[in-house]
């Protein structure tokens, strides 16, 4: 078994959904078939017992080793934590080549989890050794390493929740929340919003003391000191017991609670300073140590927090008890579980010392062991929610402190007897409030009930109801793409809307490109999505890039499908048939949003099918209103756009709208058919999207399709009293559209120009000049620089193929270089001849011809 290809579906794809693992496995004969492979389903099951049960043949369907390495990498998965439940086998048009396709959470992890199947299926299948008890442990450090920490994930699933998009930014815990202008970003538990200043008062502790004690919030008595001399001076004048801690420092890092001595300032002073510099020196504040979390203007979770500790049992000794405590499932070495692991190290230790006991002391039963001074989840201390019992003039308190600093989301901590009563009344006081709070302990707390304080945090940033998203269209099939893709952006921007658009010419924000070449697939869409300055975003949808990576976004606003054709790559990555390419197309189709359209051609019966997959509603066009299709949809009141009597009509119920084509200039008075229909499909999506008619009106009349508007889309030159139309049209399909505008269009002699995509089939190739030999009295044929994999010629010779019989050709040239081509037919052009010539380098090219026809006037 040999695996190839190895991509990352990292959006909705071809599949499902989900994000997921797609290879190309390759399977010997005697690996086609499982059953033939004597043992090999019992020595997998014994080196991996719980893979689980195998997905039972579909009918007709073997099951081979490819199958087996699906199930293998979805069970490590499985197994290691990953919330992963879809994979998929399909057996592709070659004999023993089949696409494996496994969901995966993170992506290092799926990768990760592949390779690991690879090899226990030939550990299997060889009779080898395989530790699968290893590789799973290797699987779930990496999970945790590269998943969302409790904090961060918390707030991402309330966004889920509520509809709002989210892309990780970074490997670690920034996240942006939404699309294009109603963004937001969050860095773990801290928002955009909240300024460096509140976040640098919140690390200066004294700053912060000093500010509170100024809005009359009790504080701990104490100041910093820059000696050790100078913290023995601040302990007697506040009187012991006090607190010594890092000025700059967090969660409870080198703090020293409850200090009585001399000798104990100078032990916590060396742990503090090597943090900071400056260390905080407080009275110590007798009671129970609580974290409250304060979220905007409102207390969200409250928690009482105890320092890692244990009970004696009258047999154990204190380093074994530590071990059976940290045997809980809940506890990690990180922030990836509910608890941490509690630390047997030097600081325990000394803590035990200050208690007369050392590692191997076995404490009574019911004696109370504390292995640290302060209570921080993160050394290995535990909480109790004690949200519903705080008094409301404490709470008060706790949001006062944090609006004081100038944080939106805000841990502060309380020492206090109890949270029932307010702080005045207890000699309590706030201790320390620290910005980017950790919320597992309110989320999971050890005893009580866990908070939903991600939600609290996204209410926070958005209003109820704001999905923070931006109207996505999303464009594709074989022709019109591009035209379409640029007209509705047009109507867009007409309507006051910032767009940004991606297409095969490049990626533009506000019709300003900031990027150039072929821009339709995901990483640009993606790149748009980031982009503040964005309102509303349209991207043409090409099949590579779906098959690639899938789509840059999980809803769209609007889908649009002009057509499925012949031609469009098909041979390619198991693309073989029409119908394998429309059920690629659909992709942007079965992700629309649930209030969202479909924009489908009513006129192709296989784009209007798609109809089924649509989750929301559809708006049909088509130039011929009496299309079955389109007569049932009219009759159900839906939407419907059509031709009439010179006009587009656009209908719902008993409400119609009528645009003259006579203002369409694109459609030159309507004789351009194929260009109707790209105006139709983009009148629909304008209307999806909520544009007002009188904008869309006045976007169609001042949409000009020339060569800076929409490069290579039909773009028309005088040249000498002769038409020259240069267009980049490159499959059958494109050739018939071509062939019925121009013959619309008079002239007294008609040639073409044209070359082929190598990456074509043959038959394909051959087919445009048959279509082309029919309408051309001369064609030039040209060989360009790029044969994409073809031989020296060989393009050529298709298209020479393709011309034999043309009934309409009287001439045929052959000529190696496009601009010499271009120059030829040119050259040969008479007042009232017609010229198409069918580009390949579309910038280079229409500045060429550009430059000619400039230089024919002077």
């Known amino acids: 078994m040999e695996v190839s290809r190895i991509r990352a579906l990292r959006g909705p794809n071809l599949w499902s959904r989900h994000t997921a693992i797609e290879a190309i496995v390759t399977c010997e004969p005697s690996e086609r078939s499982l059953a033939d492979l004597g043992g090999f389903d019992a020595r997998l099951r014994e080196l991996f017992p719980l893979i689980g049960e195998v997905r039972p043949a579909a009918a007709g369907e073997v099951l081979s080793m490819a199958h087996a390495l699906e199930f293998t990498a979805l069970g490590l998965q499985a197994q290691a934590g990953c919330p992963v439940t879809f994979s998929r086998t399909t057996e592709t048009q070659e004999r023993g080549v089949y696409l494996v396709v496994v969901e995966y959470s993170e992506e290092a992890v799926g990768r990760r989890a592949f390779a690991l199947a690879e090899a226990l299926c030939a550990a299997a299948a060889g009779a080898a050794p395989f530790d699968t008890a290893a590789a799973l442990a290797e699987l779930r450090e990496l999970d945790e390493d590269e998943r969302l920490g409790p904090s961060t994930g918390s707030i991402v699933w309330a966004a889920v929740a509520r509809n709002i998009p989210y892309r990780r930014l970074t490997s670690g815990s920034m996240v942006q929340f939404g699309w294009g202008s109603r963004q937001r970003r969050i860095q773990a538990a801290e928002i955009d919003r909240t300024s460096a200043i509140a976040e640098s008062i919140a690390q200066d502790k004294d700053l912060t003391k000093k500010l509170l004690e100024a809005a009359g919030v009790p504080v701990p008595k104490g100041r910093p000191a820059t000696t050790l001399a100078e913290a023995l001076v601040v302990a007697g004048e506040i009187g012991y017991p006090v607190v010594v801690k890092p000025q700059d420092g967090n969660q409870g890092k080198g ?184 919320l597992r302990m309110h989320l999971s707390p050890s005893f009580g009930k866990g908070r939903n304080v991600g939600e609290a945090v996204i209410s926070t940033m958005f209003e109820a109801g704001d999905d923070a998203r931006i109207p996505v269209v999303a464009v594709t099939g074989t022709n019109g793409k591009t035209t379409t893709v640029r007209l509705i952006a047009h109507l867009l921007i007409k309507s006051g809307l910032r767009t940004g658009m991606t297409n095969t010419d490049g990626v ?45 976004f999980d ?30 197309k659909r992709v942007i189709v079965q992700n629309v949003a649930d209030n969202g359209y479909a924009v489908l051609n009513a ?27 389109m007569a049932t949809h009219r ?75 929409a490069p290579g889309r039909f773009n028309v030159f005088d040249y000498k009293g002769a038409t020259v139309i240069a267009d980049y049209g490159h499959n059958p399909d494109a050739m018939l559209a071509l062939v019925k505008a121009v013959e619309a269009m008079p002239a007294r002699q008609r040639s073409v120009v044209i070359s082929g995509a190598g990456d074509r089939r043959d038959e394909d190739i051959r087919q445009q000049t048959e279509i082309l030999g029919k309408a051309f009295d001369n064609v030039i044929l040209y060989q360009d620089a790029c044969q994409r994999g073809r031989a020296d010629g060989e393009v050529l010779g298709l298209l020479r193929q393709g011309l034999q019989g043309a009934s309409r050709t009287r001439a045929v040239e052959e000529i190696h270089g496009e601009f010499i081509a271009i120059d030829r037919a040119l050259e040969l052009l008479q007042p009232g001849d017609l010229s198409l010539i069918l580009i390949d380098q579309v910038e280079d090219a229409l500045a060429h011809i550009a430059q000619r026809v400039a230089q024919s006037q002077v």
């Open 255 to 438: 703090v020293t609670v409850n200090i009585t001595t001399a000798a104990g300032v100078e032990a916590a002073w060396a742990t503090a300073h090597a943090i900071s510099d400056e260390v905080l020196v407080e009275k110590y504040l007798p009671g129970h140590d609580f974290r409250m979390l304060v979220v905007g203007d409102k207390l969200v979770a409250a928690a009482r927090r105890e320092p890692p500790l244990v009970i004696g049992d009258g047999v154990q000794t204190v380093r074994a008890l530590v071990e059976e405590v940290n045997r809980d499932p809940r506890r990690g070495t990180g922030h990836a579980t509910s608890l941490t692991r509690i630390r047997f190290d030097d600081i325990a230790l000394a803590r035990l010392a200050e208690q007369g006991m050392g590692a191997d002391t076995v404490p009574a039963r019911g004696q109370r062991v504390i292995l640290r001074n302060n209570a921080n989840l993160s050394t290995g201390g535990t909480a109790t929610d004690v949200t519903d019992d705080v008094h409301p003039d404490l709470a008060a308190r706790a949001v006062e402190a944090a609006q004081m600093i100038g944080l939106d989301i805000c841990g502060v901590d309380v020492v206090c007897e109890s949270v029932h009563r307010p702080l005045e009344e207890q000699s309590g006081g706030i201790v320390e409030v620290n910005a980017a709070p950790g």
């Open 635 to 709: 009759a159900q009141g839906k939407r419907v756009v059509y031709v009439e009597n010179d006009a587009i009509v656009c209908t719902e119920g008993k409400k119609s709208v009528r645009i003259s084509l006579a203002g369409v200039p694109i459609t030159r008075d309507g004789t351009i058919s194929f260009q109707v229909e790209n105006v139709m499909a983009s009148v629909a999506a304008a209307w999806a999207v909520g544009l007002e008619w009188d904008v869309i009106r006045a976007g169609l009349a001042c949409f000009v399709n020339d060569s800076d508007n």
């Open 555 to 584: 809803r769209c606003k609007v889908a649009v499908v002009t057509n499925i054709g012949l031609g469009d790559h098909l041979g390619l990555n198991y693309i073989t048939t029409v119908e394998d390419l429309a059920v690629l």
């Open 508 to 552: 533009y924000i506000q019709g300003r490109r900031i990027d150039s070449g072929d821009c339709s697939g995901p990483r640009s869409a993606r790149n748009v999505l980031l982009n503040p300055d964005v309102d509303a975003a349209v991207f043409e949808t090409a099949r590579g890039g779906l098959l690639r990576e899938g789509l840059a």
């Open 603 to 629: 006129a192709d019966p296989i784009v209007a099918g798609m109809a089924a997959n649509c989750p929301g509603q559809v708006i049909y066009f088509a130039a011929d209103r009496s299309i079955p299709v």
